[in-house]
């Protein structure tokens, strides 16, 4: 089994910066692709950015320049640097990996006030 922690979420203004951090736990041998997603109120769950062990990135299209996905293989973390937050940006931030099977966290809180 794995577990999937994440940290860094919060409160911040519009144009504001936080960093979170996704760490896995358990039984690792190596992670694949680790990835971020959100979930704003009502919404669907939604892609944000994706690493894989090389560490080739994707993003979407709306968050690239702004967002910035990173890994550390050697802790088994995944870091999201976000600038310029908007107050749309407010969401539930979920990470998930790819090990044996795919894992999920269980989310942590951004929210931008305007």
């Known amino acids: 089994q794995v577990q999937l922690v994440e940290s860094g979420g919060g409160l911040v203004q519009a144009g504001g910066s936080l960093t979170l951090s996704c760490t896995a736990s358990?039984?690792?041998?190596?992670?694949?692709?680790m990835s971020w997603y959100r979930q704003a109120p009502g919404k669907q769950r939604e892609f944000v950015a994706l690493?894989?062990?090389?560490?080739?990135?994707m993003y979407a299209g709306s968050l690239k320049g702004r967002f910035t996905i990173s890994r550390d293989n050697a802790k088994n973390a995944m870091y999201l640097q976000m600038n310029s937050l908007k107050p749309e940006d407010t969401a539930v931030y979920y990470c998930?990996?790819?090990?044996?099977?795919?894992?999920w966290g269980q989310g942590t809180q951004v929210t931008v006030s305007s």
């Open positions: 690493i894989s062990t090389d560490g080739f990135t």
């Open positions: 998930k990996a790819v090990v044996d099977s795919t894992y």
């Open positions: 358990g039984t690792i041998l190596s992670i694949n692709d």
